[in-house]
T-cell receptor, first 116, second 113 residues
């Protein structure tokens, strides 16, 4: 099945700095890669996703890049703010075939702390 | 718009007692439904998923079971809770096409004492 590795496990930045979280996956059939933000005591919320037919996607201060050859994807947050502090999860899914077909496999999460 | 509800929000139960957690989705039909468990605020473990009424797939052997009595209702149950069942239980839904995105509910925090 699919295996997703996420790094770093914790990340501390100053307000206004950029934050980068990286994930690697094992199943070459994976073609859908969402990112979730989870605040304390709440359910994960989808913040951005990317499909394998594009290499980069942006939404205001958030961007995701995908390198299918190397099987890794990254989340980039620019101009970080204290409210960006949360746990971030990456995930991978094969939407057609592959050993992980139909199932989202999650990374272990990154605790991001943005200091004012 | 679609919304997903879970209750209760928190639950404290003694070891050996039964469990019933409920999840309902509004604003969509024939959703795929999922139960996840999250321990210690990290890592999401898929427990069950359902593609339709009465259709349940179990991902890991455990002390829990799931049922889907109605199209937009998903229930997680146990006959006798164990200490190891403590955790944060999340329900999620997605549309029934292969490229669906999963959306999570607010979660239920379960503490077994």
């Amino acid at each position: 099945g699919e295996n997703v590795e996420q790094h770093p496990s914790t990340l501390s930045v100053q307000e206004g700095d950029s934050a980068v979280i990286k994930c690697t996956y094992s199943d070459s059939a994976s073609n859908y890669f969402p990112w979730y933000k989870q605040e304390l005591g709440k359910g994960p919320q989808l913040i951005i996703d990317i499909r394998s037919n594009v290499g980069e996607k942006k939404d205001q201060r958030i961007a995701v890049t995908l390198n299918k050859t190397a099987k890794h994807f990254s989340l980039h947050i620019t101009e970080t703010q204290p409210e960006d502090s949360a746990v971030y999860f990456c995930a991978a899914k094969a939407t057609a075939g592959g050993t992980s077909y139909g199932k989202l496999t999650f990374g272990q999460g990154t605790i991001l702390t943005v200091h004012p | 718009s679609q919304t997903i509800h879970q209750w209760p929000a928190t639950l404290v139960q003694p070891v050996g007692s039964p469990l019933s957690l409920e999840c309902t989705v509004e604003g969509t039909s024939n959703p795929n439904l999922y139960w996840y468990r999250q321990a210690a605020g990290r890592g999401l473990q898929l427990l069950f998923y359902s593609v339709g009424i009465g259709q349940i797939s179990s991902e890991v052997p455990q002390n829990l079971s799931a049922s889907r009595p109605q199209d937009r209702q998903f229930i997680l149950s146990s006959k006798k809770l164990l200490l190891s069942d403590s955790g944060f239980y999340l329900c999620a839904w997605s549309t029934g096409t292969p490229q669906e995105t999963q959306y999570f509910g607010p979660g239920t925090r379960l503490l077994v004492l």
